[in-house]
Structures are given as C-alpha cells and as structure tokens.
C-alpha cells in the first residue's frame, strides 16, 4: 500500500513513520507513505496558498488550485481508490473504517487542512472521504493523517509479527480487549490472575471474553449496546 500525504507543514510529518511498526512496514516492502509539501504547488510568485476567506470574519483559507495541481500531478503516475481530507467535521474514524481501507485500497492520499480549512469546492470536487479523529480541533491535519495512517498500515498482512495479533485488539470484535500481565507473577504484592496460569486454553478464552466484556459494559456503554444488539438471540430451550 501507499499513502501519500499532502500538507503545508510537511516537517510535522518527519519522524512518526520511521520508527518501529511502521518502519518495518517500510523495509519489508508493504508500505510506503510519502510527504508532499503543498507550498510547492503555490500559485503565486509569492508561494501563497491561502487567501482570505470570503464573507466577514477572520480566518485564511486554502485555495483550490495549489490543491488540485498535487493532487493532479500524483494522479498522473497512479490509481487512488480514496482521497481523504482530515477535518474535524468529517466522519468519526474507528476500527472499521481502518479495516476497510486497509483491505479495499492499493493507493491513498491524504489531504491535511490548516488554517480555517480549504475551499469547498475542492470538497465537493475532488476528496473521496471525509476522516475526523475525534470532537475537538487540533491545529491542523497532520497529528489526525498520522493517527490514520499507522491504524491502516499495521492491519496490512505481513505487518505485525504475529498475523493473530490484530485480530484480538480492542474494537476488532466490538469489544475493549481484556487485561494483560508478565513477569513477575507477584508485583507489589499483586498476583497475576491463577487462571492465565493454568495452561488452560479454553478457560483463560473464556475468562479473557467476561473481562472483555465486563470492562466494554463499564467504560463504554454505547460499544457494549452495539455488541448487544448484534449477538445473535440466543433460541428458546426446547422442553
Ligand atoms: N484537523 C483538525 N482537527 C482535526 C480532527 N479532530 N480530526 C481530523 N482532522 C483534524
């Protein structure tokens, strides 16, 4: 897979992808993720972006042209299945929406706003998806792509060590994942639960559901009704 990032503070993006996991995404060859300064698509001698936005108050705007040159230009050299624009009032980015990405897309760009966004009509035009992180406003766009990117890249085949690894995260099932421990099986005099001890396998499957299910119901009650609803009924006894 490839994603390519667009932005206008492209420093912000130097490091959070050539570390750990995704580094290793990188040298193995089943990622890239690419950084585009979008200053060099200005328009201007003065190597303007953004303009006034119109009607009162304050606030700059990013124009359409800078935009769609980038994106033209990557457009050119390959297909992109999603052109994504991060922005606080797109949809609210969750597991789903990672693993639909990351199995339905070879190619990917992702468009960073600043300043009080960009043009509508680059909306309306020319971005396939509208991605939040979350209700509150950081100060642009990269931090949120970053969050995006590492969420889609780990779930591609190959990425983590162990392929079953992704698959007992939180959210996969509709559920938080249940609690961990290591060494040592006493820490402050705290024990490690007997049963995770006891070679088990199906018991400690068991008691890793209950936890799961006790901390969902405790810590988020609108994921524990979705899981609700979607377990199948269980069918009356017969007599
Ligand atoms: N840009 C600014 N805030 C954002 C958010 N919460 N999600 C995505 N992009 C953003």
Not at 160 to 186: C, H, I, M, N, W
Not at 219 to 225: G, H, Q, Y
């Amino acid at each position: 897979m490839r994603i390519d990032i667009i932005s206008c503070v492209p420093n912000l993006l130097d490091s959070p992808f050539s570390h750990s996991i995704l580094q290793r995404a990188n040298d193995k060859s089943l990622s890239e993720v690419h950084v585009h300064d979008l200053r060099k698509y200005a328009v201007d001698k003065h190597g303007h972006i953004d303009d006034y936005a119109y009607g009162h108050g304050a606030g700059m705007v990013i124009m359409c042209d800078p935009i769609f040159n980038c994106i033209n230009d990557l457009k050119k050299e390959r297909e992109y299945q999603e052109v994504i624009y991060m922005t606080p009032d797109g949809e609210v980015f969750n597991q789903q929406i990672a693993n639909h990405l990351s199995i339905s897309c070879e190619n990917i760009i992702i468009l960073c706003g600043h300043y009080k966004g960009i043009d509508q009509r680059v909306r309306d035009e020319i971005i396939t998806r509208e991605i939040s992180i979350g209700d509150y406003v950081l100060s642009g766009g990269e931090l949120a792509a970053a969050v995006v990117t590492d969420a889609i890249i780990r779930l591609l085949p190959g990425v983590l060590g162990d392929e079953t690894s992704a698959l007992t995260d939180s959210f996969q099932d509709g559920l938080l994942a249940p609690p961990v421990y290591t060494r040592p099986k006493e820490w402050n005099g705290k024990q490690v639960p007997d049963i995770l001890l006891s070679g088990h396998e199906s018991k400690i499957d068991e008691w890793r559901l209950e936890e799961s299910m006790s901390r969902t119901k405790e810590r988020r009650p609108d994921l524990w009704n979705n899981y609700i609803n979607s377990q199948p009924e269980a069918k009356p006894k017969k007599k």
